[in-house]
């Protein structure tokens, strides 16, 4: 039923769009202005930055159980990309502002980040109701555009009790090798991980 309504909008901006087109033809513009502002109207976007603590996103992470809420697959700690970059740098790059050609795939791939479903430009709340876990190679691709724009579906929430994002293994490195907690990106996602991880085990 969803694809149905998905269809049935796209449909309704192609018509816009061909009636305009052909009032262009006959060389009324005006009239074609009138079909684009009250059918396919422009919605100027603006900016809008959200910075969330880790904390909370970490939260966010396990409401969700690390799934990736835009394509249903399995994320992991963020903690336990930067350790294998730790140990091989040569192999497992990392690079502190991703930059795709000095980064691994998978910190794209597989690092989870907190989106907005509906997003906020076009008037969707910044509340942990309209929060969804997606990997930051979903997000950048999803950006401002709604799912129905994109064809898209949201997924159901994973169980952190079935699958923790590999936090309690990342933990356990941590914890054999201290010294991984001079890189501050490691330390940052140890402190939050350890907490939840004991939490749990207790």
Sequence with gaps: ????????VTMEKIDAIE????????????????VIETEYPFHKLSAQGRNYTDKEKMAQFIRDGFIDRYSGQKLVNPGILKVLSYYMPEIFPYHSHWKMEECHNAYWEFVPTVDHIYPVALGGADSMENWAT??????????????EQLNWQLHDAGDYEEYDGLTGLFVKLVESDRELLKDTYIKR???LSAVEDKSRRC
Excluded: F, P
């Design 189 to 191: 996602w140890y402190r």
């Design 19 to 34: 009636q305009a087109a052909s009032r262009l033809l006959q060389r009324n513009v005006a009239e074609a202005k009138r």
């Design 134 to 147: 997606t990997s930051m190679l979903h997000n950048s691709i999803k950006s401002n555009w709604t799912l």
């Design 1 to 8: 039923m969803e694809e149905d309504v998905s269809i049935g």
